[in-house]
């Protein structure tokens, strides 16, 4: 029997060793823990709620509900607007959302997908508060107790937060409004809407729905639930009060809500409005991905933009062409310099290197305004080409605000990404190869594409992936010096943050360019090696 | 690559004319950064090179653009809000960045690709995307700051800048530390653990002093993130932290004002003050490895 090697404290010697490992691992990853956990907070959520806002799409259904609901049931085949019922719980709705005001932000997100929709909310949602006068006039002239906000307590809420409203000291908030639970399943619809009302009493307005007539929508829900269903029986004290309503309504002289929002604008009489809303409800969509690539989602289905609105398929292609034609001039303009430099001795190469790098290090928006200033009609560059005569002085040339001014400039501000990989591949290169190629019989030109060439092009591979990634990136100086026609996807997607505040499809962009650039990225890597990043030597 | 006693003509012009392709694409690169600085002590607004100019006229010159730079509040406060958040973001990307780097450095660490590409990615990810993602953020988290604790708009304001900045500054102080401690002996940390040092006198005393050159120029690489960065600053920062970056910015975008060329050419000369630093950092570094500097 092999003898147990032991550890000095007695206990066996590869779990001693083990322990030993496992201390060591938890030393390294509790060194790394904080700034994890840091970049975590400040970095990966921050990116992971921007992907999670390019699905998103709660504010129909939260700002809406009873009207998503009640779409359901409607046949948006038909090329018609929905029936009634749809036209009423848009009324409750738009009533709840104009005392939270949210009905504006609701209009505004539905009008990125048909432009009208914000002002339609807005203008109704103005006139709103007079849908369902009619039934509060009939309800209160058939008993003088439907105004009493009592009555609608003593109906709906229940007893518990009576007496809890009771107990409450006036410090403080009210306590939150509880609905009962028979007058949900009795009045459902009526209990749904003073539940809101009640909410918004409370929390808005800081009152008590105790001392608040409730809006003229839950007097038209009421006068719906007592429609629905003659024959509903409350117990309690009120029981008189309603059944002698539900007695009335069948005679009451009836409001057509869908005749109201059309008299507050002619465009709900619209089907198309009304399937955007209907397409746009669910929580989750895909239409802002969609419109990234200029196609929208109609009853039919996806569609394709309106011509005149397709941009992004365009932006996307811009985007790339121009990144490849920076990559290009990179490589052209780099392949040289990084040669001078792998071939000259070290103190003159590291000389030249200084031109390198400084570029590298000056700050990005000097060397922007220096391009800006230079390639101005009346600049440097221009003053020169009209002195040498080689352009004349009433037709110089539009080097700005065009895509030959991002070009320029970003071919300027990305070169040293190019030459630096380019320079520590060459390096490794023997110069010996070169001169037995030419020895051998090579000519100058055959020794170099044959055998330095094939040996430089991961050198080209890493800085080509590593200009490509910045560039498709770039947003300051194509804002600065491209004008129209020579801006990115960046630039699209900070209009849509700033200016447009169509988030959802700027999230939606940003998510479709990360992919792009951690598939590029994951290529890099595979070919370079990410620990091969290497910053100004 | 000297020319051979017994090149043909061809070879000669090949020679030469290459030469000077590759001194007009060095011309190239440097140009645009040397000819902003002639030109920020021009006398009059104009920004190209007056006929005074030209003629070596005194007249032509002045520091006006200077005295606008540093009188004129525009560009006082910006400046003042670059010093401020560049180095709080410096300090808090260097000091978690190199304990990270220490222990990504460790010969056993589980899962350290994926630790490296996560700490990498605020430098792969565009920063339009980056500045995406923490408007939608960061704005949430000022408003639950100023709540939570009761703290004024500005100074939330500032918070977020500095946390942004940081972030995006942590990949270049991992990749600059975790370079230098490669060349680190680990033989040398056990012989302090050997003669009876604690982990902390080990670290301050013996590891600190050998990597802090790398971790000096990691700073530098952060603190130049920072003070340059524009895109992320102006989506997660409101008017009252305005950087000297944004004030560039908004410069080039609406009126352009001569003063941004004598702010550029101060902005040249802190570069090559860094990168000089840097550079002797380096050397420093490869000499204490007891390598030459190549």
């Known amino acids: ?537 | 690559m000297s020319l051979p006693i017994y090149a043909t003509t061809g070879q000669k012009i090949w020679y030469y004319s290459f030469r000077v392709i590759v001194g007009l694409i060095l011309f190239f690169l440097i140009a645009p950064i040397i000819i902003i600085i002639p030109l920020s002590f021009n006398a009059e607004n104009f920004f190209t090179f007056t006929p005074k100019m030209l003629a070596l006229d005194p007249e032509g010159y002045s520091l006006k653009h200077y005295r606008d730079f540093f009188t004129n509040p525009d560009w006082i406060r910006p400046l003042k809000n670059s010093l401020i958040i560049a180095p709080f973001a410096t300090i808090i990307s260097v000091s978690l960045g190199t304990l990270a780097a220490i222990g990504l450095s460790q010969s056993h660490v589980p899962f350290r690709r994926g630790i490296m590409a996560i700490l990498i990615s605020p430098m792969i990810v565009p920063l339009i995307i980056s500045a995406t993602g923490m408007f939608f953020f960061y704005s949430q988290m000022g408003l639950w700051m100023e709540e939570t604790f009761g703290i004024s708009k500005s100074l939330s304001g500032y918070i977020k800048v500095i946390l942004a900045h940081a972030a995006l500054g942590i990949p270049f102080v991992i990749i600059t530390v975790t370079a230098t401690l490669v060349g680190f002996d680990q033989s040398l940390t056990r012989a302090a653990a050997n003669m009876g040092a604690t982990p902390t006198v080990t670290f301050f005393r013996v590891q600190m002093p050998l990597i802090l050159p790398g971790v000096i120029s990691g700073g530098l690489f952060a603190f130049i993130t920072s003070f340059d960065e524009v895109v992320v600053v102006l989506f997660v920062g409101a008017a009252a932290q305005k950087t000297l970056p944004w004030q560039m910015f908004t410069g080039l975008r609406e009126q352009i004002s001569p003063t941004i060329l004598a702010v550029a050419t101060v902005l040249v000369g802190i570069s090559i003050l860094l990168l000089a630093t840097v550079e002797l950092l380096r050397r420093r570094s490869e000499r204490l490895r007891g390598m030459s500097p190549s």
């Open chain 1, 1 to 537: 029997m092999a003898e147990q090697v032991l550890a000095a404290d007695g206990t066996p010697l590869k779990a001693s060793l083990n322990r030993a490992l496992r201390r060591q691992k938890m030393r390294a990853l509790m060194l790394i823990a904080p700034l994890l956990l840091f970049i975590m907070l400040t970095f990966i959520i921050p990116i992971g709620q921007m992907l999670f806002r390019s699905v998103e799409n709660q504010i129909v259904g939260d700002t809406i509900p009873r009207t998503v609901e009640a779409l359901d049931s409607w046949d948006h085949d038909a090329d018609d607007i929905p029936p009634p019922p749809v036209f009423d719980a848009l009324a409750q709705d738009l009533m709840v959302a104009v005392e939270l005001k949210e009905h504006t932000r609701l209009g505004s997100r539905l009008n990125y997908e048909m432009s009208g929709i914000s002002s339609l909310f807005r203008k109704s949602g103005r006139r709103v508060d007079d849908i369902g006068e009619v039934y509060t006039d009939q309800f209160v002239a058939l008993d003088p107790a439907w105004e009493e906000p009592a009555t609608w307590v003593g109906l709906l809420a229940d007893p518990k937060w009576i007496a809890a409203r009771e107990a409450w000291d006036g410090t403080g908030d009210e306590p939150a409004f509880i609905m009962s639970r028979a007058a949900k399943t009795v009045l459902p619809q009526t209990a749904s809407i003073y539940a809101d009302f009640a909410r918004v009493i409370q929390t808005e307005d800081n009152d008590s729905p105790a001392e608040e007539e409730p809006w003229h929508v839950v007097y038209l829900a009421l006068y719906n639930d007592l429609t629905a269903n003659p024959s509903l029986e409350v117990t309690g004290p009120l029981s008189g009060l309603i059944s002698s309503a539900a007695a009335a309504v069948p005679s009451f002289e009836t409001e057509d809500v869908v005749a109201t929002f059309e008299g507050f604008d002619d465009d709900w009489k619209n089907p198309e409005i009304w399937e955007t809303i209907y397409t746009y409800s669910p929580a989750y969509t895909n239409g802002y991905f969609l419109n990234s690539v200029d196609l929208q989602k109609t009853n039919e289905g996806v569609a394709w933009q309106p011509e005149n609105e397709q941009i992004y398929l365009t932006l996307f292609w811009r985007t790339m062409v121009m990144s490849l034609t920076i990559t290009f001039s990179c490589i052209l303009l780099g392949y040289p310099v990084a040669w001078m430099l792998a071939n000259l001795p070290a103190r003159k190469a590291n000389l030249l290197m200084i031109l390198v790098l400084l570029p590298f290090w000056t700050s990005l928006l000097v060397r922007t305004s220096a391009w800006k200033v230079l390639l101005q009609n009346q600049g440097v560059i221009n003053d020169l080409l009209v002195w040498v005569g080689f352009v004349a002085d009433d037709n110089r040339l539009a080097l700005i605000n065009n895509a030959t001014g991002t070009v320029i400039a970003m071919t300027h501000i990305l070169l040293p990404f190019m030459i630096l990989p380019l320079y520590s591949v060459m390096q490794t290169i023997p110069a010996t190869y070169l001169r037995a190629a030419k020895s051998l019989g090579a000519t100058n030109w055959t020794a170099f594409w044959r055998v330095y060439f094939p040996q430089s092009v991961p050198g080209i591979g890493a800085g080509s992936i590593l200009v490509f990634i910045l560039s498709i990136g770039y947003y300051i100086t194509p804002e600065i010096v491209g004008g129209t026609k020579g801006v990115f996807i960046s630039n699209r997607i900070a209009y849509h943050i700033s200016s447009s505040l169509n988030w959802g499809l700027a999230a939606a962009l940003g998510a479709i360019l990360l992919a792009i650039v951690l598939a590029l990225y994951w290529a890099y890597d595979r070919i370079v090696g990410i620990d091969n990043v290497k910053l100004g030597g």
